[in-house]
Structure formats: C-alpha cells, structure tokens
DNA sequence: AACAAGACGTAGAGTGTCTACGTCTCATTC
DNA sequence: GAATGAGACGTAGACACTCTACGTCTTGTT
C-alpha cells in the first residue's frame, strides 16, 4: 500500500476560485515559454504550496485558451530532457491577460467594500 | 414589449467568483436581520452596483446557508408591508464566516504574489 | 529489471452561478 | 374597482470550471 503522496501541508490547500486559473496561467507565461508541467509547479512555487493546480484543471485550461487565441504551443523538449509542450502568449493573450486583470481588481475591491465598509452601511 | 429593466450599466456588471457569495451574504447579516431581497439590494448598493445578486444564486444560497446551519430564518413583515423571510446568523454563521474571511485573505494574498511577484521568478 | 518522476491527457462528479420562469401580495393610479 | 408595478419568495435547467481518479508513455536511477 503505497502512502498516497503527501504534497506538504495537506490543510493549507486553498481551493482556487472558479475563473481564476485562466489569469494565472496567462501571468505565469508573461515571463517566457513554459511547458503545462512547468506552469503548474511555478504557480505552487510562488505560492509556497498553497495554491496547487491539478492536472485535471491545467490540461483543460491549456487547451481552452489555445483554442481562444490566447496561448500558442509548440512541440518541445523540457529540461529533465522529456518531450513537452511549449506554451506562449500571444498577442491577443497578452490583452486578455490585462482585462483580466482589471477585472480581479475590480473584483477584489468591490468584495472588499461589502467585507469592510468604510463608512456608510 | 416591455423594454427589458435595464439595471444600471449592463458592461460594467462583474460575475461573482464561485464560493465568494456565501461568505458576502454572512458579512452582510453581521448587522442584524435582513431578508432576502434586502440582503442583495445591501449588496448591490455598497458596491455600486458592480456586484448584483441574482435571485436564482441568492434564494439557493440562502436555503443552503440555513441548511448548514450558519443561518436561521423567521417570517416577518417587511419594511414596505410585505411578508418577507428574515434570515440571522447563527453563532456558527458567525465562526463560519470569520473561516471564509480568512481563506479570502489568503487566497487574494497568493493570488497576488503569481500576479505581482515582488521578487524572485 | 523495477521503479520514481516527468510529462501528457481524459472522464465524470460536484458545485455554484446565471438566465428564465413563475407565484403571490400590497400599494398606486386611473 | 381594475390594472399595473414593485416587493418578496421561489424553482428548473443550462453552463462553466475545478477536482478526483484514472491512464499512457518516456527517461533516469538503482
């Protein structure tokens, strides 16, 4: 009975919000090519393990926003010499990747007015 | 044809993120009682409009807060003389939604740090 | 030869929000 | 006193996204 991989932590896991994937992958690209594996361990990284993106969620996600432009890929080979898919953005996802910024800008700030009203209420 | 209730700027309108209204809803009744359709019009004003409530999310919301047991509800008579349902937290709403305050820190915390990395990447 | 880890992927369940209906009641207005 | 609008409740079904749980293949290590 192999012990089920641990992954550090396993009660601090956040579940990501539903929408927000999309946005992290396209920052995560911002900085360079990156194959679904690499995108996946950078967003852990960046988050000290919090934030974990599942494969079940990051190859779906890939995959919806090549077929919206967003990303492109090519056929490569990773660093532990693997073949691996190569992940860009493109133009068109570099705008869509502001919009969904100001968005969870937006977002964020209106939720933080319900949660700590100023003045008023 | 009854031209279709415009509700303020129609672009502008954000999509709740999945799992946020819960804990919006929790927040809002930490001021007292409120029914149904007050909770949302609370809502809607204290962000400008930006985040509205549909009544297809907040009713099954609501049913699902009582349900867990972080609301209850009691029948009343509402401001403009209608019967209206008016929802409370419970002291297990209360603990609730200091859990649900938390996990939102954290969560636009780590998102911040994919977003905004301050150093490293 | 066996196994772990790197890398890709899909199927199906679960959850939550939205749109689109629908009902009833009170207050207003013609 | 009939019609209308707004206040208030609610449900059904579509849709989207994430997760768990599998599964495959390859490379490197022991």
Known sequence: ???????????????????????LILRTLLSGARHGHGIG???????D????????SLYPALHRLEKRGWL???WGVSEANQRAKYY????AGREQLV????????????????MNPAHGE
Chains 1, 2 share one sequence.
């Open 1 to 23: 009975m192999s012990p089920r991989t641990p992954r550090t932590d396993p009660d601090r896991r956040l579940e990501l919000l539903q929408g927000t994937l999309d946005m």
């Open 72 to 74: 492109k890929s090519t």
């Open 99 to 114: 919009r969904e910024q100001e968005r969870w800008t937006e977002l964020v700030t209106a939720i933080g007015r319900v």
């Open 49 to 56: 393990e919090l934030l974990q993106v599942e494969t079940g």
């Open 88 to 91: 860009e953005l493109t133009p």
């Open 41 to 47: 361990q950078a967003i852990r990284r960046r988050t």
